[in-house]
């Protein structure tokens, strides 16, 4: 009909499993999926590939947690140790809190950074007091000067939290490592 249709959409996760009669295996996702929310006027996208989660912020809301990336529901045992490591890099200069906290908003990790142009790595250890589900939040709203910003993106990629101490049985929950540049 000569109607030009392109536009842009995100497919994430595709699987195909038959093509033609013959039977395919797919392949795991490469990354963590995280969870984005947007919440007490954060306004925002989310969206994970095979080189990191891009938080896309147009508002960053009245709360600290007004836009966050989650990765939930994670075991953890007590007296363990473990460890969290990621990369960040930000179209713009500003401060990011990451928590690792349970239902109730008990925090075990609590840091502030400041994410900007340079991909920077992070590593920190976590022990716990009791057997527990947590959410790793990476905290994106109301944060210092945060408001004055404008619109950014922020990248996570290289996602890890680990079990030191774990046998070697299964890959840490992991992420692939993320070009240094920002589209």
């Given amino acids: 009909n000569g109607k030009d249709y392109r536009g842009e959409f995100i497919v994430d996760y595709v699987r195909v499993y038959q093509k033609d009669g013959i039977t395919h295996t797919p392949s795991a996702p490469s990354q963590v ?10 306004q925002g996208l989310l969206s994970n590939t ?11 809301g009245t709360q600290q947690y007004s836009a966050m990336a989650t990765l939930e529901n994670i075991d953890v045992k007590k007296g363990k140790t473990y460890e969290l490591d990621f990369d960040v890099i930000s179209t713009a200069k500003r ?9 109730v908003y008990d925090r075990f990790l609590e840091k502030e950074v400041t994410v900007n142009g340079t991909n920077t790595h ?7 007091e009791n057997d527990e589900k947590i959410d790793l939040k990476f905290q994106l709203g109301n944060i210092g000067d945060a408001s004055a910003v404008g619109a950014h993106d922020v990248v996570i990629s290289n996602l890890k939290w680990t079990d030191p101490d774990a046998p070697v049985t299964e890959p840490p929950v992991t992420q692939k490592p993320v070009n240094t540049q920002i589209p």
């Fill in 33 to 42: 999926a995280m969870k984005g929310y947007f919440m007490e006027g954060g």
């Fill in 50 to 60: 095979d080189s990191g989660t891009t938080v896309s912020i147009s508002e960053v």
């Fill in 95 to 103: 401060p990011m809190i990451v928590t690792a906290e349970n239902a």
């Fill in 122 to 128: 992070y590593h920190y250890e976590c022990t716990f």
